[in-house]
Antibody, heavy 121, light 112 residues
Framework: EVQLVESGGGLVQPGGSLRLSCAASGFTFRSYWMSWVRQAPGKGLEWVATIKGDETDNYYVDSVRGRFTISRDNAKNSLYLQMNSLRAVDTAVYYCARDRVPESYGDMDVWGKGTTVMVSS | DIVMTQSPLSLPVTPGEPASISCRSSQSLLHSNGYNFLDWYLQKPGQSPQLLIF???HRASGVPDRFSGSGSGTDFTLKISRVEAEDVGVYYCMNSLRAPLSFGGGTKVEIK
């Protein structure tokens, strides 16, 4: 069964750091682009970052560039999001998602259940 | 950056009746390969989003054929031929042409 399981969320103070993880199973992880998408409380979906299967390419939304880093460990079938200098506006449920085809990003066809990040003093 | 705009914001529907959601992009999503890079997602209450339609009109695996996507360039439509109770939730369109990927604001579909 294809599955994504996020972890690492929690309560952090403004300016703090957090590292999210996503454990993948049931597919050839290293072949696929992977993404993080977030959803603030009561709000819509916002794409955060995307990384290529071989880690040679990645993209970020402007609001997190320079503060967040997407990475992966293909040997461990894991995706990560290192979040630094956190702000209250980063409070959200963070979803890990697989991009549908190995050759390109977009079309996210497998999603995890999400992990909640709350930034508050 | 590509901005996605959906309408309506809310859509009350009657089971068995058709429903339609519009999505407009600020730039063309038509790639030189002839495909429109536009996705539709559904987020049911309390659940993660799920992919319904990719490349403008292609149903994702397991999606019932009552869902269809159409349009090209900057104007797109998601249609449900006969709404069922399980179709309630928030529908999002998304630019999948190039980063930054961007979602529309969402359309909440609820049963009348």
């Amino acid at each position: 069964e294809v599955q994504l399981v996020e972890s690492g969320g929690g309560l952090v103070q403004p300016g703090g750091s957090l590292r999210l993880s996503c454990a993948a199973s049931g597919f050839t992880f290293r072949s696929y682009w992977m993404s993080w998408v977030r959803q603030a409380p009561g709000k819509g979906l916002e794409w955060v970052a995307t990384i290529k299967g071989d880690e040679t390419d990645n993209y970020y939304v402007d609001s997190v560039r320079g503060r967040f880093t997407i990475s992966r460990d293909n040997a461990k079938n894991s995706l990560y999001l290192q979040m630094n200098s956190l702000r209250a506006v980063d409070t959200a449920v963070y979803y890990c998602a697989r991009d549908r085809v190995p050759e390109s990003y977009g079309d996210m066809d497998v999603w995890g259940k999400g992990t909640t990040v709350m930034v508050s003093s | 950056d590509i901005v996605m705009t959906q309408s309506p914001l809310s859509l009350p529907v009657t089971p068995g009746e058709p429903a339609s959601i519009s999505c407009r992009s600020s730039q063309s999503l038509l790639h030189s390969n002839g495909y429109n890079f536009l996705d539709w997602y559904l987020q049911k209450p309390g659940q993660s989003p799920q992919l319904l339609i990719f490349l403008g009109s292609h149903r994702a695996s397991g999606v019932p054929d009552r869902f269809s996507g159409s349009g090209s360039g900057t104007d797109f439509t998601l249609k449900i031929s006969r709404v069922e109770a399980e179709d309630v939730g928030v529908y999002y369109c998304m630019n999948s042409l190039r980063a930054p990927l961007s979602f529309g604001g969402g359309t909440k579909v609820e049963i009348k």
